[in-house]
């Protein structure tokens, strides 16, 4: 049987229904094709759940970053070719600015910066997700990422989920798939393991962007309450996110806007200041058990 193909720019619509294992969540995100390279989206399943915008009406955002190691990008830092994949300015300037932020990191970029990676692990600003093992493409053509082939998606997601929990000690609950290129059964394989998908409905487009203005811009203007933003850790694949970044962080905060994780979003709409939203109409909630965010031990908003 072929497999079904999804990507998550556009617009994402699943009808919302309690369903057994899950609940399919109303889904919408902002990308465009010239933005993300992404083509457009695919009405999904109801039981897919991909997050890309949590609905608060607080102007809370949550940036993300993500960490990105190939086997390809491994051997050049080994060799000497490349000083680091990521930029130690962007990572200053979070700590600086005491930015509450999500890492989708790789299971690669956890074995090749350990130390980093337990550093991320033991700060409280700092929340880890997977970004899968190798940085491969679960769907042909994406941004020219080689796909990792039929049947070896969920040995890659486990495979990194393992690597990071192995190192760092901590265990993540939310999964990004590189480039946000899908299918329809890696989707039930994150089900299976209990990993929420997360991706994005601002996409920062500081992938291989040398100009910090046009990132900041984009960012400016399409940033709004509950979104998720998508950067990139920086090195040489992003050169201007620090730069970007001094730019974003100061505009959002001189137009009322804080920053928290991914899980601090999600705990800003099911807790919210009066309790679990779900319950101010449903006398249940409607978010999944294994999701639900911790309402008495909140991440921070900053």
């Given amino acids: 049987m072929s497999r079904r193909r999804f990507r998550t720019p556009v617009v994402l619509l699943a009808c919302a229904v309690v369903a057994a294992g899950g609940l399919g969540l109303l889904l919408e995100s902002s990308l465009n094709h010239g933005r993300s390279g992404l083509l ?22 949550a940036l993300t970053f993500d960490f990105d190691m190939t086997p ?11 000083d680091a994949w990521y930029d130690p300015a962007v990572l200053d300037v979070l700590k600086t600015e005491r930015i509450p932020h999500t890492i989708f990191i790789t299971g690669l970029a956890t074995l090749a910066y350990p130390e980093l990676a337990r550093s991320f692990a033991h700060d409280r600003l700092v929340e880890l997700g997977n970004h899968s093992h190798r940085h491969f493409a679960f769907a042909p053509d994406c941004f020219g990422l080689p796909f990792i082939g039929e049947g070896r998606a969920q040995e890659d997601i486990e495979t990194a989920q393992q ?140």
């Fill in 72 to 82: 390809g990008m491994l051997f050049r830092l080994q060799s000497g070719e490349v």
């Fill in 163 to 302: 690597t990071i929990r192995r190192i760092t000690g901590v265990t993540p609950k939310y999964f990004r798939f590189p480039g946000g290129c899908l299918e329809a059964a890696d989707v039930a394989i994150l089900n299976r393991l209990g990993l929420r998908i997360v991706h994005w409905d601002v996409a920062a487009g500081d992938a291989f962007n040398p100009d910090a203005d046009s990132i900041i811009h984009y960012v400016e203007d399409r940033a709004r309450p509950g979104s998720i933003v998508a950067f990139h850790l920086g090195g040489p694949n992003a050169p201007a996110t620090a730069d970007a970044l001094r730019g974003i962080i100061p505009y959002l905060r001189a137009h009322g806007y804080k920053f928290t994780t991914v899980t601090g979003l999600l705990a800003l709409q099911e807790c919210g200041a009066k309790g679990p939203v779900a319950r101010r109409f449903l006398p249940f909630s409607l978010t999944p058990a294994a999701w639900k965010p911790p309402c008495g031990d909140r991440p921070p908003v900053l």
């Fill in 40 to 61: 457009a989206g695919t009405r999904l399943r109801p039981s897919s759940a991909i997050l890309t915008r949590v609905r608060i009406s607080a102007k809370v955002v």
